[in-house]
């Protein structure tokens, strides 16, 4: 690569064996080869950073990318690959979307100066995944209102919309019922909890409206039955449809505390 560059973190993590080969592997964000970068004392900490032009990344660049949806989604896209290939072998801290730093001296800089603070929640991290739920009320999906018959036009059509409105409370009703049981489902087998915004339009696919959108902490031994009971959570209650996603690296549980915040 030709040019002034900038140094694209995705993730710190703790060195593990293969860990090299993977982030070697994989193809990172603009199409640049990933590299480990160690802490100066404590080297089993890594961070995973790639050389980017900074006439893509850097802040009025990124401020103007970040507003153009087909070059995000090839940046998110490529910085899960890498965030993934770090899982399959390690604990990973997966960082922001677009973390960009100076020079790799500046990454270890910032490895350094957290280092207890990156340690500790990475221990924290170990052996949980990420899991997330969504919630959705469809009352499409609800069985119909009768149909009613030997009414007026006007009555029959007064009748039929309180039906609509009745059938749409139900599913409400429902979706808080399958909610509880979600919420006894992670007593059982989560550690933690994130709650991020419901999506609307086009970043909630498929029909319904969504209502919970929440991001579960789980033991990997409790995987299957957190993903089988979730799922169940839906059972006999019409008009409500539950999604589970995983397991990922915990993207939603990475964030150090504020005080421990590292800069760019």
Not at 104 to 132: I, K, N, P, S, Y
Not at 207 to 234: I, S
């Amino acid at each position: 690569m030709t040019g002034p560059t900038l140094a694209y973190t995705y993730a710190v993590a703790r060195w593990a064996d293969g860990l090299d080969q993977a982030v070697g592997a994989v193809t990172g964000v603009a199409g640049c080869r990933v590299h480990l970068v160690r802490a100066t004392h404590e080297r089993s900490l890594v961070a995973a950073v790639s050389s980017v032009p900074s006439g893509d990344f850097d802040e009025a660049s990124l401020r103007r990318h970040l507003e153009e949806l087909p070059w995000l989604e090839d940046v998110a896209r490529a910085h899960h690959g890498v965030i993934e290939a770090i899982a399959t072998h390690t604990t990973v801290l997966p960082l922001r979307l677009a973390t960009v730093h100076l020079d790799d001296g500046r990454v270890r800089a910032v490895l350094d100066t957290r280092q207890d603070a990156f340690l500790d929640r990475l221990a924290e991290l170990a052996g949980l995944l990420e899991w997330g739920v969504k919630l959705y009320v469809d009352a499409a999906a609800a069985p119909p209102p009768p149909s009613v018959e030997n009414l007026s036009p006007g009555r029959a059509y007064l009748r039929h919309r309180r039906a609509e409105q009745d059938l749409r409370q139900d599913s409400y009703q429902a979706a808080r019922t399958a909610a509880e049981r979600i919420d006894a489902t992670a007593r059982l087998h989560a550690v933690d909890r994130v709650r991020h915004r419901v999506q609307l339009g086009e970043l909630a696919p498929g029909p319904g409206t969504n209502v919970v959108n929440d991001a579960y902490l789980v033991p990997a031994e409790h995987a299957a039955a957190f993903r089988t009971d979730a799922l169940r959570a839906a059972d006999g209650l019409p008009g409500v449809r539950i999604a589970v996603t995983g397991p990922w690296a915990p993207y939603s549980f990475a964030t150090l505390p504020p005080e421990e915040e590292a800069s760019p």
